[in-house]
């Protein structure tokens, strides 16, 4: 008994070390959000422009999301899309983002309506924004798993396109897995 008294100190350290190499090599960085999101300019309707490929979305064009503020550091989500083609049938979900952080409010926590939606929170945190005319937005998560690029028209600026794609680069997101969403 006392041995393993012993190696108790030497088991902890070890296991401790253990944990803090599979994090430093496996857990991507967080990202740095941005400064100050005000979310009574950035609820409205947001157009996807690109994002990384997801099970949610994969085959959905036309897609958008539409913010409502509900109350302080709560927003109703309804994202929508159409399956294959603009002409295709159109799918939804609604859900809440609570924001987590309101020093900034640019991480937000989303809870969609459906079974378990509760239980499977997705992160929401603003790593890119038009922070004059709130035109434009990139979206990821603590993991950088996820990237979405909003604006608020159908169609972006190609030289505004080029520019969030630089700052998010310099970030340390991989642009190159951006698939580009069809839009009308």
């Keep these: 008994m006392r041995h393993f008294t012993q190696l108790r100190p030497r088991i902890a350290f070890a296991t401790l070390a253990l944990l803090t190499t599979i994090c430093l090599t496996g857990c991507p960085t967080p990202p740095q959000v941005v400064p100050s999101v005000d979310l009574t ?47 295709g049938t159109e799918v939804s979900i609604t859900g809440q983002a609570r924001v987590v952080d309101t020093d900034t409010n640019a991480k937000l926590e989303v809870a969609f309506d459906f079974p378990l939606g509760q239980l499977l ?36 600026d190609q030289g505004v396109y080029d520019g969030i794609l630089s700052r998010l680069e310099a970030k340390g997101f991989d642009t190159s897995k951006l698939i580009l969403t069809p839009q009308p």
């Design 41 to 87: 300019l950035y609820v409205g309707t947001w157009y996807q422009i690109s994002a990384y490929p997801t099970f949610f979305n994969r085959n959905l064009v036309g897609v958008t999301a539409e913010y409502t503020l509900v109350d302080v550091g709560l927003v109703d989500v309804l994202n929508k899309g159409f399956e294959g083609s603009l002409d």
């Design 121 to 156: 929170k997705g992160e929401y945190w603003i790593v890119d924004l038009d922070t004059t005319f709130y035109q434009y937005a990139a979206v990821s998560d603590s993991r950088r798993s996820t990237l979405f690029i909003l604006c608020r028209t159908p169609q972006i």
